[in-house]
């Protein structure tokens, strides 16, 4: 089980968010047996990702071997919205799940090479300035698709990411095996973990740069969503005591004033 709980920035955890528990619930019943085994742990390391660092889903399918620093706990995303790279956490819980999948991609990897093929396309033609990277273990693609794709002509074969629809299908499924009534796709996991982020009480500068956002504004969208009132703002009354409400016996500070202010007429 990986452990996705998020500290607060006055030293509590926070539970795990309700809609991704439900999801990979709902992975488990529709995706886990002896034989699918695998791609369960595949599809719930994605959702898991998207939540935990903030990407978005093509973000997620097209990081490569070396876009991830375990040792600096980074995911450095390449040409992510707007052509920009930016660097975001790499969750610690996710460290050991990740390392063991990208051991399987290795000898997955290992195995096309064997067999005469491993390669995989590079960004802006990088492929003819170095004829051998698109075999190096660095460029690989750590979603990398089941099945070998093959061209009749050419009768070359390879490997891709991963297709987004087949995330999206998934998650799709699962959100509607749940029983969650409120629109929810791969998107929602990059949602929560900025509006997570912002409840537990971290800067709205830190959260834009994670995110990749050029203009605050764009982030400040998610302060909207906390409950809080206008612009995120909580009211001082909500910081009362409750008994002042809920205990009659005890008469309010503001009736007592008010009392007070009738009597000196």
């Not at 791609?39 to 070396?66: D, F, H, N, P």
């Not at 980074?74 to 992510?80: F, S």
Request: net charge positive; with cysteine; aromatic share 8%.
């Amino acid at each position: 089980m990986i452990d996705l709980s998020i500290p607060d920035s006055k030293g509590g955890v926070r539970t795990k968010p309700k809609l991704l528990d439900q999801v990979r619930q709902a992975l488990q019943a529709r995706h886990y047996s002896s034989r699918t085994g695998e791609t369960y742990l595949i599809k719930w390391l994605m959702a898991s990702l998207m939540y935990g660092a903030g990407l978005r889903l093509m973000e997620c399918l097209r990081l490569r071997v070396q876009d991830i620093d375990f040792s600096r706990n980074e995911i450095t995303v390449r040409d992510g919205k707007g052509s920009k790279d930016r660097i975001t956490m790499l969750p610690e819980s996710l460290r050991k799940p990740l390392q063991d999948h990208l051991k399987k991609v290795r000898a997955i990897h290992e195995k096309d090479l064997a067999e005469g093929w491993g390669r995989v396309l590079l960004p802006d033609a990088l492929d003819r300035k170095y004829p051998n990277a698109p075999v190096e273990w660095r460029w690989q693609w750590v979603f990398p698709q089941e099945n070998r794709w093959k061209n009749t002509k050419t009768t070359e074969e390879g490997r891709h990411h991963m297709d987004e629809s087949i995330m999206q299908r998934t998650v799709k499924e699962a959100v509607t095996a749940s029983g969650i009534t409120k629109r929810a796709s791969c998107h929602t996991f990059r949602h929560s973990f900025a509006t997570h982020l912002l409840e537990s009480g971290y800067d709205i500068r830190t959260i834009q740069e994670l995110l990749g956002h050029k203009d605050v504004k764009t982030t400040m969208i998610y302060t909207h969503v906390l409950n809080y009132g206008p612009k995120g703002v909580r009211s001082p009354i909500d910081e009362l005591p409750a008994e002042s409400y809920t205990d009659q016996s005890k008469t309010p500070v503001l009736q007592t004033d008010y009392a007070q202010h009738k009597g000196d007429k």
